[in-house]
């Protein structure tokens, strides 16, 4: 498992840079894209090999609101590999990650070996537990409940899976908790499973509210509510799912401020709010939400906002005071392919990224006005005020989180692999 920090993101020709803004213009045959190091505090990337789907952060112990470099995270993360004996449930640890170097002037008494050996030092270093799981993994998301350290886990099997992380969490810290956990590895078994959607999904997520409680929905359109059981090893869910969606669930987010609602979104092209004290049908609904599918929902931790992604590429901010109104508060256009996912930045209630199938992520912030906004880069007038960023270099972006711990640290997964970045814009 490689980690190397490369340059990939603003256009470099012979004669002169130019800005290159993806979507706007097509990139000419025989020109290259190069990264334009000054606009990111950090940047690394590294493979696990085969590519993840899918990942979530894990909380860790080293405080929140940490900016300091080198900095160091926890991540779980599940692959999407050719073969389904091939796959892997990852705990991945990353540290001694540095921040971008500013371009060091030409220093005559600079001594190159004591560069050399600075360069050794500020490399970035990852530990990998990975733990053998049958079926390509959909879908992951983390939890903390007690002292557990609990992973739900949707693969292509057709099953939601439970697993306890700690014995990964553990051998990412310790070389020998890492030697005992590489001799007894085994087929990955997890804690607790459900067979009742009787079919595969992508739709997970753990309450934030109430430790242990999960929601699921599946491709052919059912959703359960998973209920903590005393002792942390099992739960208990309904057999009759909440059925108001007509097609494919493709994801779920509770409230963060009221324990019993949740959201989901569909291939329908609808978004849906329920109250789990009233099943089996939602109480709030935006039918034609997005002109097609509905890929992805975020639901904002301290504003009344639900962000929501579609097949259509377009971005939508929805007032949950005035959802049945049907008519969103925002509404952005710039990815060119379907959106793959979205998340409210933790740190800013108004910030949020999205990534796309276009190869792009973005970053916004909802509290720019038109006017608010200063010298514009040549050619680059067609693009909204509240777009703050986009990141590029991967292929097929399929997941993007925040560190909840970190502010304004992002973590991409691709086909090409993982970024773990902070740009200059938030």
């Known amino acids: ?13 012979e004669e002169e840079d130019k800005v290159y803004v993806p979507g706007i213009e097509p990139l000419q045959p025989g020109v290259e894209l190069e990264m334009d190091r000054s606009a990111y505090r950090m940047y690394h990337e590294c493979q696990t090999g085969a590519p993840c789907l899918s990942f979530d ?7 929140d609101g940490r900016e300091q470099f080198p900095l160091s995270m926890l991540l779980c993360a599940g692959t999407q590999a050719d073969t389904a004996m091939s796959n892997r449930l990852l705990v991945m640890r ?11 002037e030409d220093e005559e008494s600079s001594e190159e070996e004591s560069d050399e050996e600075e360069e050794e030092e500020k490399k970035p270093q990852m530990e990998l537990a990975m733990m053998p799981h049958y079926g390509g993994i959909n879908r992951v998301r983390a939890t903390q409940r007690g002292d557990q350290s609990l992973a739900a886990v949707w693969s292509e099997k057709g099953q939601v899976e439970i697993f306890d992380l700690q014995p990964q969490v553990e051998a990412v810290h310790s070389a020998a908790a890492m030697a005992a956990f590489t001799t007894k590895q085994k087929e990955a078994t997890s804690l607790f499973s459900f067979s009742g959607h009787m079919t595969e999904g992508f739709a997970i997520d753990w309450s934030p509210t109430v430790p242990g409680r999960l929601v699921s929905g599946d491709c052919k359109k059912n959703i359960h509510v998973w209920e903590p059981r005393e002792g942390g090893t099992s739960w208990q869910i309904d057999q009759r799912p909440f059925s108001s969606h007509s097609k494919s669930v493709e994801d779920l987010q509770w409230s963060p401020t009221e324990a019993t609602v949740f959201a989901s979104c569909s291939v329908d092209q609808s978004i849906r709010v329920w109250d789990i004290r009233a099943p089996p049908n939602s109480m709030l609904s935006a039918n034609d939400a997005h002109s097609s599918d509905v890929n992805v929902i975020s639901w904002n931790r301290n504003e009344p906002f639900l962000l929501s992604g579609g097949d259509d590429g377009i971005l939508k901010v929805w007032d949950l005071r005035q959802f049945k109104s049907g008519s969103p508060v925002a509404n952005f256009k710039q990815h060119s392919s379907p959106v793959t996912s979205v998340e409210w930045s933790p740190a800013d209630s108004s910030v949020f990224a999205a990534s796309g199938a276009d190869d792009v992520v973005s970053q916004w912030d909802l509290s720019v006005e038109s006017c608010d906004v200063g010298a514009r880069v040549e050619g680059v007038k067609d693009l909204p005020p509240q777009l703050l ?38």
């Open 57 to 63: 952060v894990l909380r860790d112990g080293d405080g």
């Open 389 to 426: 960023f986009l990141h590029q270099g991967q292929t097929e972006v399929k997941e993007i989180h925040w560190h909840p711990q970190i502010p304004g640290v992002m973590i991409s997964t691709a086909l090409s692999g993982f970024n773990v970045f902070r740009t200059i814009s938030v």
């Open 94 to 104: 990353m540290f001694n990650l540095h921040g971008t170097e500013k371009e060091k």
């Open 1 to 13: 498992a490689k980690m190397s920090a490369r340059d990939e993101d603003t256009l470099a020709e």
